[in-house]
């Protein structure tokens, strides 16, 4: 009961400081929303600028745009979108003449400024557009071949050349290697979900070593021990309390995310698994923390420090595959490069709770010897 | 003036002693610009030759056409032959091919005018690009059956004649043509920009030592007894505020000589970032004064703080490019100091003259002259008795 007390007493001073709900929950989400944005899915951007407002030029972008893999964003000036190549905003972008509709239209040949970022997806970018733009041209094409072979003018040509009633001898259809059709989008915020859950839970379990410090500061643990209880209650009472906040700002995230952005969380016990043995490891690390310094001034930045440095290492911030070979290794120094790995066992992979029991072992063993040497410093500190 | 240097120089020794600036102000963006350095390779996709496999089950010449085709595209696509459709579908589950084109029995004859055949092509959802590399590729050979029939039908010609007209085809120039023009790159590298941008992000941090402590200050009884000695009120904010300026400057230049040094982070012309240093460092000072006059206590201020500075950085690129995404995001991206100062400085690394930190500076003078003089309105309410 007196464990459950102090529980009480630890979630009770963490929520009354409202501003701590921005930061255990609505910073997680603001940023599952802007990484989702951003970085949800790993499509090629491609800009466009539309120098006239010509149906065909409208056709051509509109077939780009209908093409999977390529977000295809408008620009308003040449210059706008050549800037937005050079900072890498997006691949490459293409210019479409004022004159292309009536160039078309008269059978005359046009040209489409390309302008490719150098070491970039240009080229592959490339092959769409062609690809759109030989569809496009195609009665024109054929049109050219009958005034060879007949010597009649263009538009003569392009008038018999669509009075062709064809259906199309080859239509191409896009599978996915995964089974059944390809599909039109897949989560986008699935995976910042995961990576903002993590980093989070880790960074406010670290922060939150504020707190620990507060109490001892303020004589709160003084005065706990001061009552008839053993220091083996209010060890913990502190450490589950920090964990129930820890799990329930997970909670939160999982809940939300699956609401607001229909994230797929996978296999629900692969995932509890995960999030338990994670939230263990946070909070023997913020407890650490607590437990190593003696002011907030100091606690804090630290917090801070280690808990957004191990998501970048770890994973959660870029994700782990685009690391180079040695840096992934070292990530695997970090709880977030095991977590990042589990949970794309169970996000990508579909994979269920036997998937992931191998990082959830490591996790556990992370989480034993940091509440082990966090409980030892506590003890210490508080009975001091 | 004596008194402001006296309490600037208070200040700064509580700071440096209890190593809280110490740590804010340098530990934290130079081990972070490190980690992110490190591992955040590039924010677009760099050039990489695409796999992509071809599936023959027609076994006629229109596999050797598509590869013709193809070895026009230049070398940023690599066919590769697969045996069955099946074994391509692992292939690009397994990531060892970026798409897999299926060519259908009966296609060439299909070109010659017999029956329409489906070509499939195989993706993976999690490699779009290898996706939209592979259907271009068929959806391009498909289109160019279609023109040639076309042609064929308006003619009236037979198998034989169409033939020669494949030919034809494959010889004239297309009707749309793109024509290449190679941008130059004015992005930072990753280790430049996470360098600058972890850099500002804790410059909105390194700052609050000044102006928020006369809450602090307040709180603690202090500033009471400051305002009893014979230091005007001027003096007093002038001191708080030089603290904040002073700890912004000497972070950003250490960071910057730092990561100069030791990280090889390449800042661009000394005179320009040094004008972009000056001007962030007016900026965030400004904006944490601002936000210091609307609270009412030290702890809610330091909450208002880490979240207005937290919301910035986030907005302003400081963990990831924000205005990549185009939209409303780079909009919102151009409302912070943040983006200014990383926009300038991406100008200035790739080699611009240094009236391209022109704009970024106006700008941030802008925010400071605004936010400012509202927090100067604002702020005697703060020191008085």
Known sequence: ?384 | MRAAFLITAKDLRQRVRDRSAVLVAVVAPLALAFALGATVSGFSAGSRAFTIGLVDLDHGPAASTLQDALAKAGSSVVMKDVATPAEGRRLVKDGELDGAIVLPQGLSIASMGGPPVRIDVIGDPKNPIGALVGRSIAGAFATSMRTIQIASKALGAGPAETIKIVGRVSSSSPPISISDTSTTRKNLDPKTYYAAAMAVFFLFFAVQFGISSLLHERADGTLARMLAAPISRRSILAGKAMTSLALGFVSMTMLALITRYALGAHWGNPLGVAVLIVCAVLAATAVTALVTTLAKTYEQANAWLSIVSVVLGMLGGSFFPVAQSGGVLALLSKATPHAWFLNGLQDLSSGGALSVVVEPAIVLLAITVVCGAVALVRIRRLIEP
């Open chain 1, 1 to 384: 009961m007196k464990v459950l007390a102090i529980v009480r007493t630890e979630l009770t001073r963490t929520f009354r400081w409202r501003a701590n709900i921005f930061f255990l929950l609505i910073m997680p989400m603001g940023l599952i929303l802007l990484l989702g944005i951003a970085y949800g899915n790993s499509n090629a951007r491609f800009g466009v600028f539309e120098k006239g407002d010509g149906a065909l030029a409208g056709q051509l972008v509109k077939a780009l745009r209908s093409e999977p893999g390529l977000d295809v964003r408008g620009y308003g000036s040449q210059d706008s979108m050549e800037k937005a190549v050079e900072r890498g905003y997006v691949s490459a972008g293409l210019v479409i003449p004022s004159s292309f509709d009536a160039r078309i239209q008269a059978g005359k040949p046009v040209a489409l400024r390309y302008l490719a970022r150098p070491d970039s997806l240009a080229p592959q970018v490339r092959i769409a557009v062609e690809s759109a733009v030989s569809a496009q041209g195609s009665d024109i094409a054929a049109a050219r071949i009958v005034r060879g072979v007949q010597k009649t003018s263009l538009q003569g040509a392009l008038r018999r050349v669509k009075a062709v009633d064809l259906a199309a001898p080859a239509s191409v259809e896009l599978l996915s290697a995964r089974g059944g059709k390809y599909p039109k989008s897949q989560g986008q915020f699935d995976r910042s979900a995961s990576t903002m859950l993590l980093l989070f839970v880790f960074l406010s379990a670290l922060t939150g070593s504020v707190w620990l410090i507060e109490t001892r500061r303020l004589g709160v643990a003084r005065r706990m021990l001061s009552t008839p209880s053993s220091a083996r209650e209010i060890l913990l009472g502190i450490v589950i309390g920090r964990w129930v906040i820890t799990l329930l700002q997970s909670l939160s995230i999982v809940v939300f995310s699956g609401l607001v952005f229909s994230v797929d969380w996978g296999n629900p016990l692969g995932t509890a698994a995960v999030i338990l043995s994670f939230s263990l490891v946070a909070v023997g690390a913020g407890v650490l923390i607590g437990t190593l310094f003696s002011s907030e001034q100091q606690a804090g930045p630290v917090g801070m420090i280690v808990g957004l440095t191990f998501a970048a290492i770890g994973g959660s911030m870029a994700p782990l595959d685009t690391f180079p070979a040695t840096m992934r290794k070292i990530a695997h120094v970090t709880p977030h490069a095991w977590a990042n790995d589990a949970f794309n066992h169970l996000l990508v992979n579909g994979g269920g709770l036997s998937s992931v029991a191998l990082d959830v072992a490591v996790l556990c063993g992370y989480a034993v010897v940091l509440l082990t040497l966090a409980t030892w410093r506590l003890r210490r500190v508080l009975t001091a």
